[in-house]
């Protein structure tokens, strides 16, 4: 007798089948049950271990021993013609039926019942950690709040708002303060502001609030530093000075800072760059003007202008105008290649008159990175940004940013919760590290990130919609199409729609959705566009909106490495071409080859 046959006389195989259908329903229970019971996370990994370990045994036994009518005997004291084994393996039968529907039903309970709430919940505590602060408060921590306008006069709001700004980038040029910066600290500007409140908020330890007063050629300046958690003001002082004086204030105030909070220094306190005051003046106009919008961003480049002609050395204003012209090239206003020319000669000039500026050389990367897509450049410049400026947002923003599109993905989202640490009310900020989630895969960690932007800024176009975009990719998409039903912008609920009109089969109203976006916004999206394609399955219009997006340089492009809209298109002909163009075919051949070795 063969030993396959003996081990089916015996029903060891019968017994296998019935044990591992039964201990597969044990474990299932026991992950599911257990956690609900409040049981330590080690008992179910108890049972796991215990079963797996039974499994040999079982094996063992069967094969070793009998069932007889008169009990359990040893099989080698049987004799064959009074062997029941045949009776034994027909119970054992029904044993496996009743072993398995058991196992069926349970598995449907679970997909269908208890499978939704997980998900629910899942989806409620991953938000909820997405959109929560977790940063623990630093005693060395400072957010610097709008400085108020006393002057009786709207038209010096720049001025104190300039002030306030410049003593942000003052502190924050020290290492050993973790300061907030500026989009942060101005969301309070001109409401009643309770401090406690503001500081958790803003996740600080300590705030710095103050006045200006700006008559003729005269400025008074008060400030006081305050302790958050127990509103109690730690220093303050009043500065009545001559205009000319105004870069020693805000250099005495700094002093005051470290000395309050009893800062150790590793080197000396940086002091404010002196210029002219008429240029000083120029240039807390044109970052004011920036800082409002694209309808001011023609005044933002006069002062700036202006700010150079009176002291052309003046590096700041040369970091400033170097952000307008990109600005204004982003936005169309001027040519995209020359004004971006323009912008990297200007950010070139400041850094040649002061290379620590941490802003300038952020802005160079992005540069570098948008633009040129010369992200191994991008990447070296973005460390020299961070070098000088440590806690800068823009600096950490942009290091995130490139560091995705070179597919490092872990130290993308690290320099991404990083930028959210010093600037956690900030609408891009929030924004990239969706993105940067998003392209991680973790679609229910983006749609933490957006929500709390959406929460933040309901107003902003897109805000919703890129809410939606995640909820879909997760599934829900009866919710997603509801969040479109708020959107304010057409343009961003009639580009998101392809995707959810997809996933709720709706594919004819999807095509009629992406076409309305090609024949109106064709110009300006083309990578979402290519996208849209992408996702319905249209490979060849993929392709060629991807090409129009190379031409353009746009800045979509360089998400290209981990857009989960692409895969499709990952074994395409042209595809390996196309990102040796764009320039990231060996990063792309890295991120495949990790994903592989995990796949394995």
Known sequence: ????????????????????????????????????????????????????????????????????????????????????????????????????????????????????????????????????????????????????????????????????????????????????????????????????????????????????????????????????????????????RELDDVFAIQDEIAQEVVTALQVQLLGAIPTTMETNPEAYFLYLQGKHHLESGRTSSQRSEDAFRKALEIDPNYAPAWAGLSRTLRARANWGQIDLYTGTEAARQAVLRALQLDDSLADAWAMLAHIQWVYDWDWNTAESTAKTALLHGPHDARALEVSSKVASSLGHEEEALKFALAAVEVDPLNYFILRNLGLTYWQMRRFDLAEGAFRRGLGLYPDREAAHSNVALFVTAQGRSEEAWQLLQAEKSETFRTLVSVFVLHDLGRIDEARQANQHTVDNEGKWLAYQIAQNFAYLGDIEAAFQWLETSYEQRDGGMTYILGDPAFTVLHDDSRWEPLLLKVGILDAWKDLKAREHGEAE
């Not at 079963?51 to 080698?76: D, M, N, Q, S, Y």
């Not at 119970?91 to 009743?98: P, Q, R, T, V, Y």
């Open 1 to 240: 007798m063969s030993f396959i046959k003996e081990l089916k006389r015996r029903n060891v195989i019968r017994v296998a089948i019935a044990y591992a259908i039964a201990a597969w329903l044990l474990i299932e229970i026991s992950a599911t049950t257990f956690p609900m019971l409040r049981l330590p996370e080690w008992t179910a990994t108890f049972v796991t271990v215990l079963l797996l370990i039974g499994f040999p045994v079982a094996l063992i036994f069967a094969w070793a021993f009998e069932l007889t009518p008169e009990g359990l005997k040893r099989e080698k004291d049987v004799d064959r013609s009074e062997s029941i084994t045949r009776v034994t393996g027909r119970k054992l039968d029904f044993i496996i039926i009743a072993t398995l529907v058991l196992a069926l039903g349970y598995f449907a309970f679970d997909k269908f019942v208890l499978d939704p709430s997980r998900d629910a919940e899942l989806v409620r505590t991953t938000t909820k950690a997405a959109t929560e602060q977790a940063v623990e408060i630093a005693d060395n921590s400072i957010a610097v709040l709008p400085f108020v306008n006393m002057s009786g006069d709207a038209n010096n709001e720049f001025f104190s708002d300039g002030i306030t700004e410049e003593l942000l980038n003052l502190l924050s040029k020290i290492p050993e303060l973790r300061v907030t910066s500026r989009s942060s600290a101005f969301s309070f500007k001109g409401e009643n502001i309770h401090i406690p409140t503001v500081a958790k908020k803003l996740n600080v330890a300590h705030i710095l609030e103050g006045s200006v007063r700006k008559a003729e050629n005269r400025v008074r300046i008060t400030a006081q530093l305050i302790e958050a958690d127990s509103d109690v003001h730690m220093w303050s002082e009043s500065y009545e």
